[in-house]
């Protein structure tokens, strides 16, 4: 049973062509939701945690938003150095596991 | 700024034979945990352990595997019997007593032949 979906598998997008990764959950009492980077052969860089419906949070041409179904990493302008995988993991809050279950991830390509 | 640093980076090993995977978590976390993430795959959880205790594990986490904080600093994950689908990227993780973020380590491949 996925609890977490990303979508799309794979993005390539061109140098300053913004556009958004999604995140779908379905967990009971989400506690967190956390965004990270992985570039190839390297562990998970964390980049965001959210924690409640209509919350945002932003670090460079990153910005992360939650609703009660599924969050969004937006990219603006984005540039080669973002290109890595990026990963959603969910924490179930009451009744569910604490520990962080992580989707695919989404790969992105971002051409020059 | 503080990291969770893992080794060895890379341990090929034999089926069948013993393994040893450290981790120095940072500092003044006290909530460790190993997760596994097979080539082309997703991150998947093994074990949390706290207050020198296992807190949870997954239905990976079978006889075949053990965690130990030997000392105040080092935490390790033991492989007993390696098997050809042991093979995989093994990363350690660390978080603090108030967020529920993770750290990870640069992480450890596994290859067993």
């Known amino acids: 049973e996925d609890q977490v979906t990303q979508s799309p598998e794979a993005l390539r997008l061109q140098e300053g062509e913004s556009s958004s990764l999604n995140c779908s959950y379905t967990v009971s009492g989400l506690r967190g939701l956390f965004w990270y980077r992985q570039d190839p052969g390297k562990g998970p860089e964390f980049l965001f945690t959210?924690?409640?419906a209509g919350e945002e949070k932003e670090k460079e041409r990153l910005k992360a938003t939650l609703t009660k179904k599924e969050s969004f990493l937006h990219i603006t302008a984005p540039k080669p150095e973002d290109s890595a995988t990026y990963l959603c993991?969910?924490?179930?809050?009451?009744?569910?596991?604490?520990?962080?279950?992580f989707g695919r991830g989404t790969s992105l390509i971002v051409h020059p | 700024e503080p990291e969770v640093t893992q080794t060895p980076s890379h341990q090929v090993t034999q089926m069948g034979q013993e393994v040893i995977l450290r981790c120095v978590p940072i500092?003044?976390?006290?909530?460790f945990y190993w997760y596994r993430q097979i080539l082309g795959q997703k991150v998947e959880f093994l074990v949390s352990f706290y207050n020198n205790e296992i807190s949870e594990k997954s239905e990976i986490f079978d006889d075949q595997f053990s965690v130990e904080r030997p000392d105040g600093s080092n935490f390790t994950l033991k492989i007993r019997s390696t098997k050809l689908e042991d093979s995989a990227m093994y990363f350690c993780a660390s978080r603090g007593q108030v967020t529920g973020e993770l750290f990870f380590g640069e992480g450890s491949r596994l290859t067993v032949l």
């Open positions: 500092s003044n976390h006290l909530y």
């Open positions: 993991a969910v924490q179930a809050g009451a009744g569910g596991s604490y520990i962080p279950t």
């Open positions: 959210l924690y409640s």
